[in-house]
Antibody, heavy 122, light 107 residues
Framework: EVQLVESGGGLVQPGGSLRLSCAASGFTFSSYWMSWVRQAPGKGLEWVANIKQDGSEKYYVDSVKGRFTISRDNAKNSLYLQMNSLRAEDTAVYYC???????????????WGQGTLVTVSS | AIQMTQSPSSLSASVGDRVTITCRASQGIRNDLGWYQQKPGKAPKLLIYAASSLQSGVPSRFSGSGSGTDFTLTISSLQPEDFATYYCLQDYNYPFTFGPGTKVDIK
């Protein structure tokens, strides 16, 4: 059974840092792109970043470029999101999700974690 | 970034109704569009990918169509478990962008 379990959320002051983790199990983690998607309280979904299987390609939404870094450790079946210079507008539930491709064509986020809440407030 | 819009933003419907939600992209995205369902307090669920392909395990009452800039999600006969918020997502280029969502509730 595919499982994605996020951790590391919490309350942080503006300008602070936080590192989110996502533990993956039930599939060959090193074979999949992985993403972070967030959702501010009562708002819609926003894709944040994704990373290729070997970490050689990473993409970000403009609002987090230069502040957030996505990374992975395939030996530990884990995905990370290092968040620096946090702002109030980064307050959200952060989900990790598996990116699925079929024969080279992008399919979508076929598995999601339960999410971890990040609150940026003084 | 490609902007995605959805209409309506919300709708009220009854069990058994046919429901259609539209999604429009600010530029052509071929068929690089997915649809997601989200229930309160839960993670989203992939329903449709590549505009019209049904994700494994998703009931056949869900269907998608469209190409270029205009897309639709149709629920042929609304069931009680379908009351949720629906989002489209373009994966044509980075950054991936979601539509603002359409909330489907009980009439």
């Amino acid at each position: 059974e595919v499982q994605l379990v996020e951790s590391g959320g919490g309350l942080v002051q503006p300008g602070g840092s936080l590192r989110l983790s996502c533990a993956a199990s039930g599939f060959t983690f090193s074979s999949y792109w992985m993403s972070w998607v967030r959702q501010a309280p009562g708002k819609g979904l926003e894709w944040v970043a994704n990373i290729k299987q070997d970490g050689s390609e990473k993409y970000y939404v403009d609002s987090v470029k230069g502040r957030f870094t996505i990374s992975r450790d395939n030996a530990k079946n884990s995905l990370y999101l290092q968040m620096n210079s946090l702002r109030a507008e980064d307050t959200a539930v952060y989900y990790c999700a598996r990116d699925r491709f079929d024969y080279g064509d992008y399919v979508g986020f076929d598995y999601w974690g339960q999410g971890t809440l990040v609150t940026v407030s003084s | 970034a490609i902007q995605m819009t959805q209409s309506p933003s919300s709708l009220s419907a009854s069990v058994g109704d046919r429901v259609t939600i539209t999604c429009r992209a600010s530029q052509g995205i071929r068929n690089d569009l997915g649809w997601y369902q989200q229930k309160p307090g839960k993670a989203p669920k992939l329903l449709i990918y590549a505009a019209s392909s049904l994700q494994s395990g998703v009931p056949s009452r869900f269907s998608g169509s469209g190409s270029g800039t205009d897309f639709t999600l149709t629920i042929s006969s609304l069931q009680p478990e379908d009351f949720a918020t629906y989002y489209c997502l373009q994966d044509y280029n980075y950054p991936f962008t979601f539509g603002p969502g359409t909330k489907v509730d009980i009439k």
